[in-house]
């Protein structure tokens, strides 16, 4: 009996690790387009001279991410979503290759353009990820699933963002960006190869006789819809306004391009991971409520000390260089375990939604949360200015 059990226990393992790794995949190559708009982007802007209202307003590229609410019904009712994966992710492959041709200080509109097109494939492909996501994992898994999710989308951000800052000097603006083509390329090979269960799609409009208006009716009507969606509009407004200017506050000061790539885009963001890898396991131990509390407790009192290092910062002085990086470690560390937690949350309440809207459901929570954190990073410059 032995024999006939542990090969079928083995194979499943292994379909669970491939799972998981198929996940990681596809976030961290999600995370890209982020790390380069919010750690590449507006370092280099400010090196260059640009205003910090200017660097704010490039937020606005962000757009597709508060569309993607409407385009999320298409991809649920047409095609499967490996097709969309696919198609995203060759999207993304081609905008980098434009970008690689671009010199943004000479072409900044011409950038600009190829960044919102990377926005909205990425948002796309964001839609059709949750959605797989959702129906891959089962409740006990939703813990370390979402540790994963936020784990893998850093990690992106972080090559994109913290990483080239650091190494654009020796690669160069063109290469990096064929790098990251290449990076697009294949991964939607590995997506084309790897079995996926289809998904209900075609005409789930028609089936249910709902126009566009009742559909997101319909959404609002999922249980604990409205308490959820108020939680990730509010949650990182305060959070999102200090990691936009605290990083520009001090390259205005004593810190380099490349020292707060360092500091910020890599050390920090490697405290925001270990912060998701913990998170994930507080929802897996169901004491996610009661941490959530603390956690936001924890990090207003962190967001003081923050504004205390702002007020009395002395330039070149060790100890406000250290209290700044300290500062901004503990931020992400407690930003990353708040993070996975309010996924789970989301995703758990998503899984209560029929499954022909539930990438639709998701992503009106998503669209929601990103919204909530660029609203207050948006107007943030124009505060400090």
């Given at each position: 009996m032995a024999r006939s059990w542990l090969p079928r226990m083995v194979d499943q393992e292994r379909a669970m690790s491939l799972k998981f790794w198929f996940l990681f995949l596809l976030y961290f190559v999600q995370g890209i387009p982020y790390g380069l708009q919010s750690g590449l982007l507006p370092i280099y802007f400010r090196t260059v001279g640009l205003?910090?209202?200017?660097?704010?307003?490039?937020?606005?590229?962000?757009l597709p991410w508060f569309l993607k609410v409407f385009s999320a019904p298409f991809v649920d009712w047409y095609f499967s979503k490996k097709a969309w994966l696919i198609f995203t992710m060759s999207g993304l492959a081609l905008t980098c290759l434009a970008c690689s041709f671009l010199t943004p200080e000479v072409d900044f509109l011409g950038v600009a353009v190829a960044l919102l097109f990377m926005n909205?494939?990425?948002?796309?492909?964001?839609?059709?990820?949750?959605g797989i996501a959702i129906q891959m994992l089962g409740r006990e898994e939703l813990g370390f699933g979402n540790s994963i999710q936020v784990v893998a989308y850093k990690l992106g951000s972080?090559?994109?963002?913290?990483?080239?800052?650091?190494?654009?000097?020796?690669?160069?603006?063109?290469p990096l960006f064929?790098?990251?083509?290449?990076?697009?390329?294949?991964?939607?090979?590995?997506?084309?190869?790897?079995?996926?269960?289809?998904?209900?799609?075609?005409?789930?409009?028609?089936?249910?006789?709902?126009?566009?208006l009742g559909f997101f009716h319909e959404l609002l009507l999922v249980p604990d819809t409205l308490w959820t969606a108020g939680l990730v509009l509010i949650y990182k407004l305060g959070?999102?306004?200090?990691?936009?200017?605290?990083?520009?506050?001090?390259?205005?000061?004593?810190?380099?391009?490349?020292?707060?790539?360092?500091?910020?885009?890599?050390?920090?963001?490697?405290?925001?991971?270990?912060?998701?890898?913990?998170?994930?396991?507080?929802?897996?131990?169901?004491?996610?409520?009661d941490s959530l509390q603390r956690l936001l407790v924890l990090r207003f009192c962190n967001l003081l000390f923050q504004t205390w290092v702002m007020v009395n910062y002395t330039d070149h002085a060790v100890a406000f260089e250290v209290a700044a990086v300290l500062s901004m470690c503990i931020q992400h560390f407690i930003g990353g375990l708040i993070t996975t937690l309010v996924?789970?949350?989301?995703?758990?309440?998503?899984?209560?939604?029929?499954?022909?809207?539930?990438?639709?459901?998701?992503?009106?929570?998503?669209?929601?949360?990103?919204?909530?954190?660029?609203?207050?990073?948006?107007?943030?410059?124009?505060?400090?200015d």
């Open positions: 205003s910090f209202t200017k660097i704010s307003l490039t937020k606005l590229l962000y909205l494939f990425a948002s796309l492909q964001d839609v059709a990820t949750d972080v090559l994109a963002g913290g990483g080239l800052l650091t190494f654009l000097h020796h690669l160069g603006w063109g064929v790098y990251l083509a290449l990076v697009y390329v294949a991964a939607s090979w590995f997506t084309s190869t790897f079995p996926l269960r289809p998904s209900p799609r075609g005409s789930q409009a028609e089936e249910s006789n709902l126009n566009l959070e999102q306004g200090s990691l936009s200017m605290f990083p520009l506050f001090l390259l205005d000061h004593s810190f380099s391009p490349q020292k707060l790539g360092f500091w910020n885009g890599i050390v920090a963001t490697a405290f925001s991971i270990v912060g998701s890898s913990l998170g994930g396991q507080l929802m897996s131990n169901g004491r996610d409520w996924f789970s949350k989301m995703m758990l309440c998503t899984q209560k939604a029929p499954e022909s809207i539930q990438a639709t459901h998701y992503s009106l929570l998503a669209a929601i949360e990103v919204l909530g954190k660029v609203a207050f990073s948006t107007v943030s410059g124009s505060l400090v």
